[in-house]
């Protein structure tokens, strides 16, 4: 006969065991970053012999060096600039498409729903030649217009996914009563749709805010003016430069990773929702 | 909606057909004339370029140890955090934190950590300590470790999705079924294996798909990670692309790469999806 003893003393080391596993894992996940932010506050002298992760003396020389004459503080600007731009019209575009998708009929629009769609799934891994040569041909290239052009369609088909998704659900009532009292439809879309929309907007932004300020490829083969180049792309840049100078190039990936952890930790809880939504429908 | 559809088609569509057009042609992205040269590219990739299929052999390894390993512990970790415990959320949050930093970030960040012999190599410091000085080496620059490192860290990198997943598809699970079969005298295995598992399996292979198409054309991590990224040994196929029009200049035969790449994609994941669709039957 088993006590009630053996049975208490069984969960607690089953949870004690599932917490170790837990948290052995999370300071994975941590390491680095920490490792990362420390070694900024380092200099090049004592980063091979200081190994802790909090630095004895905090040098804030290596911030000051990569603003003042690596030109942080532009490809910083740089970065929030195209990222401002790129969500605000994703946030235009899809929402008004994604309304036409859910509410309003023409001819061949289900047709063009599912090419959307399709773009979604399909992988072209050598697609960005192509842009390449699109850009040339029509001047965009190293030009801002035409890397937000672009982020903008990236972003377009799983935007438009998750908003149609969202107004097909939204009751016609609302929009019903909204009519009879005299709204137009780009009215009620606006009056109506957007504001019922927020909490899938705020989705659609943290996750293309999050996409766009990551993003590598594009801002390769799109700009050749440092003056242009966005954070991820001038860090790789200032990598060739500066190889061996760890606590410069540690300063400089901390400007370029903490941005996007702030705004991740405040907006958390709509990248699980969107993760839920995107997978689950 | 126009203005939606008009980006789409220019930045989309267009390449997209640009992309067939350009891999049946020879052309140096400068010309004003390409010459059609009909499936040669395609002769020349499937026949003839050993390095582009050892860039494929290197992302299968990658991408077999992120199905494994990288899922494997996305999976268990879900599982861990899907019952009564403290602090779930402030776990979830954590586990995140890497899908949401930069490749560029997390390759140079890991680079920094695990590259040098000497000085700040927390492993080779480990491995030292540990008693154990003959396993000290550079990591990244061994051909031998080279491409288990890399991927290691993109599992580092990628787990987190795997886990939001499983999460988001246990929470579906209904309580009352693992309730009833405890009730039944069900132990936590069985429980596991006859319930749980069953239940999930859309999603393992949901999970699975999603892991192929990002691990197989995923580079920009091996490009930040590694320093000479064409030596053949941390080759992948997006980085034979790209060099091969930025370097050589051979738009065409790039164009025909990635569409190779795009047709072995698009029928792993068919054949995924259609193994999906049978266990939903059963």
């Given at each position: 006969m088993k006590s009630a003893f053996y049975y208490k003393t069984k969960k607690v080391t089953l949870n004690l065991v599932i917490h170790l596993f837990l948290l052995s894992v999370a300071v994975t996940c941590l390491y680095p970053l920490l490792w990362m932010v420390a070694s900024s506050f380092k200099t090049q002298e004592t980063i091979f012999r200081d190994?802790?992760?909090?630095?004895?003396q905090l040098h804030f020389q290596n911030y000051y060096l990569a603003v003042s004459e690596s030109n942080f503080g532009r490809y910083l600007i740089n970065s929030i600039f195209y990222t401002v731009s790129v969500v605000l019209g994703i946030v235009f575009i899809s929402s008004l498409a994604a309304y036409a998708f859910s509410r309003l009929r023409f001819p061949g629009r289900n047709i063009i729903f599912i090419v959307f769609m399709a773009a979604m799934m399909i992988p072209i891994p050598g697609s960005f030649v192509a842009l390449f040569v699109l850009l040339n041909k029509l001047h965009l290239r190293n030009t801002p217009l035409g890397y937000i052009l672009c982020m903008i369609s990236v972003g377009l088909s799983m935007s438009i996914f998750l908003l149609k998704t969202f107004f097909d659900t939204m009751p016609r009532e609302l929009e019903d009563a909204a009519r009879i009292d005299g709204c137009s439809k780009i009215g009620i879309y606006r009056h109506v749709a957007l504001p019922f929309a927020r909490p899938v907007l705020a989705v659609v932004v943290v996750f293309n805010a999050l996409n766009v300020w990551n993003e590598y490829v594009l801002a390769l083969i799109i700009f050749d003016s440092k003056n242009l180049m966005p954070l991820q792309r001038a860090v790789m840049m200032f990598r060739g430069e500066f190889l061996t100078n760890y606590p410069l190039l540690m300063a400089g990936l901390t400007i370029t990773a903490l941005p996007i952890i702030i705004v991740y930790l405040l907006m958390q809880k709509y990248i699980v929702k969107g993760v839920t939504q995107a997978v689950f429908g | 909606m126009l203005p939606a559809v008009a980006i789409f088609c220019i930045f989309y569509i267009v390449p997209f057909i640009w992309v067939f057009q350009l891999s049946l042609s020879d052309w140096d992205g400068i010309l004003p004339t390409k010459s059609f040269i009909g499936l040669d590219n395609f002769k020349e990739i499937i026949f003839q370029d050993a390095s582009w299929w050892q860039s494929i052999r290197n992302a299968g390894y990658i991408t077999l140890i992120a199905l494994t390993l990288q899922n494997a512990l996305a999976f268990l970790l879900a599982w861990a955090c899907?019952?009564?415990?403290?602090a779930k959320n402030f776990y979830r949050v954590i586990f995140f934190i890497p899908p949401v930093l930069s490749e560029i970030v997390v390759g140079m960040a890991w680079r920094f950590i695990?590259?040098?012999?000497?000085?700040?190599n927390i492993i080779n410091r480990m491995l030292v300590s540990m008693?154990?000085?003959?396993?000290?080496?550079?990591w990244l620059s061994d051909p031998k470790t080279a491409l288990t490192t890399v991927a290691l860290v993109h599992s580092w990198k990628g787990f987190g999705w795997g886990f939001l997943i499983f999460l988001a598809g246990l929470q579906t699970i209904p309580r009352e079924l693992d309730e009833a079969a405890r009730v039944d005298g069900a132990n936590a295995w069985h429980r596991f294996r006859k319930i749980t598992l069953p239940l999930m399996i859309p999603v393992i292979i949901l999970v699975a798909i999603l892991t192929v198409l990002g691990t197989m054309q995923a580079f920009v991590l091996i490009t930040s990670l590694v320093q000479?990224?064409?030596?053949?040994?941390?080759?992948?196929p997006v980085l034979r692309i790209l060099a091969l029009m930025?370097?050589?200049?051979?738009f065409g035969y790039a164009c025909a790469q990635g569409i190779t790449l795009g047709a072995i994609l698009v029928i792993i994941s068919f054949m995924q999806y259609s193994l999906s669709k049978r266990y939903r039957q059963v």
């Open positions: 190994i802790s992760l909090i630095p004895r | 899907d019952r009564e415990i403290r695990i590259n040098d012999v000497d000085g700040a008693g154990l000085p003959q396993l000290v080496r550079s000479s990224e064409l030596a053949g040994h941390t080759s992948v930025r370097d050589s200049s051979r």
